[in-house]
């Protein structure tokens, strides 16, 4: 509020001076906070599911990892066309609150179904949901976060989020282990403890997040598919390289699946999600902060190196300890890119048109990731986990190579 003024007195500029606090974390506003927290709580009810469902169904259900793959693929694929519609939808309306707070309660009401279930159709059903309610929820909140950070706060804005998100992310698998051990396996049961943290992550949304005030008053623009043209050459460059990379970066339930390949215990497999997640957690808020200091290319250029190292050392790797490793290296991946590039649409994207680019970007992601799915689950199916990952990292050099390419549009793009 203090710069609205254009002739600050004496007085105002000592007060402003003392207002504003040192620490970036606390000068991140209050709504980007509350929709971490919101992000945690998902998070940690879909994770609890999520780290076991690849291993329900290829154990229990007795389904191939084909079909693990294109059930993974599609679920994406549904989060990510829709997010398109709501993003726009959020620009015409002028309230990304409305559509994010469907998005969770869709996701919230779903959970159930997960333990009632008792046969595929009815969870590739659940999944679908699930991840439709993510859709409707992603692109708006993506928004929202962009709208409510401040210019030279918004790296480190959405990888506060995405870290918060990520923290939600170790602790349902973490929580999955325990309740495993716990219950003798009992896959049901902890499906049926996922649902509370969803339902205090509903209640967050609606209850603790607030519109910003120009959203409230904004009048409704025009829904036009040409708009979509005058979001500029370095959206679509950032939309290009990674959708590229999506396609290198196929569902983590392979992760588990590789883990269980080559010998851990069911009741341990999701550690797998907690190792890469608390790695990710650790590492998206200090990326958010580098890109603001160093700029975007740069530490992008990292990220996409560590999915390299992930692929080759999950491809070659036949033993619990080196798969482990190869986890790691995938978490310092999603920490260093995934914060990044939402903060790269937000610099790149006209604020009035923010909600129909994150749309538009995670569209081309999840069709990027059905498509990954698939071809990694029939790679696993006909050749095994080496073909997979090498498939992986290969993908992940030619997005490495593109980025090299034009990473100049990147720190030259409007904030």
Do not use: C
Request: charged share 15%; hydrophobic share 55%.
């Amino acid at each position: 509020m203090l710069e609205e003024s254009s002739t600050p007195n004496k007085a105002n500029e000592v007060a402003a001076k003392t207002i504003v606090p040192s620490s970036k974390l606390a000068q991140i506003p209050r709504g980007v906070w509350a929709l971490g927290l919101v992000s945690m709580f998902m998070d940690l009810s879909s994770e609890m599911i999520h780290a076991l469902l690849p291993v329900y169904l290829v154990t229990v259900l007795g389904t191939s990892t084909l079909t693990v793959g294109l059930i993974e693929g599609i679920a994406e694929a549904t989060a990510s066309i829709t997010k398109i519609f709501s993003g726009t939808l959020s620009d015409w309306l002028g309230k990304r609150k409305l559509l994010a707070a469907i998005g969770y309660g869709l996701a919230a009401f779903t959970k159930p179904v997960f333990p009632l279930a008792t046969t595929v159709g009815w969870l590739v059903a659940a999944r679908f949901v699930d991840r439709l309610g993510k859709g409707i929820r992603g692109a708006p909140r993506d928004a929202l976060v962009a709208d409510i950070a401040p210019a030279h706060l918004r790296g480190a804005s959405f990888g506060l989020r995405q870290s918060l998100d990520t923290v939600g992310a170790f602790l349902g698998p973490l929580a999955a282990i325990g309740l495993m051990a716990l219950t003798s396996g009992d896959f049901r049961l902890v499906f049926w403890v996922a649902v509370i943290p969803a339902f205090i992550a509903f209640g967050l949304m609606v209850f603790g997040v607030e519109e910003p005030a120009r959203h409230e008053a904004a009048a409704k623009p025009r829904l036009r598919l040409a708009d979509a043209w005058r979001l500029g050459a370095a959206f679509w460059v950032v939309v290009a390289v990674a959708t590229v990379l999506t396609l290198a970066r196929f569902s983590e339930a392979f992760l588990v699946l590789r883990a269980q390949n080559v010998g851990m215990p069911i009741a341990l497999v999701p550690a797998v999600m907690v190792v890469m997640n608390v790695v990710y957690a650790a590492a998206a808020y200090p990326a958010g902060v580098l890109s603001d200091r160093l700029g975007r290319s740069g530490v992008l250029v990292v990220g996409i190196s560590f999915l390299v190292a992930a692929d080759l050392i999950l491809a070659l790797g036949p033993t619990i300890p080196m798969v482990m490793l190869g986890v790691v290296f995938w978490g310092l991946h999603m920490g260093f890119t995934q914060g990044l590039l939402a903060t790269l649409v937000a610099d790149t994207a006209p604020p009035e048109l923010r909600g129909t680019a994150f749309g538009i970007f995670n569209l081309a992601g999840g069709i990027a990731m059905l498509v990954a799915s698939v071809i990694a689950g029939a790679l696993w199916d006909a050749y095994g986990p080496l073909a997979t990952f090498l498939a992986g990292a290969g993908f992940t050099v030619l997005a490495l190579a593109g980025l090299i390419m034009v990473e100049s549009r990147f720190d030259k793009a409007p904030r």
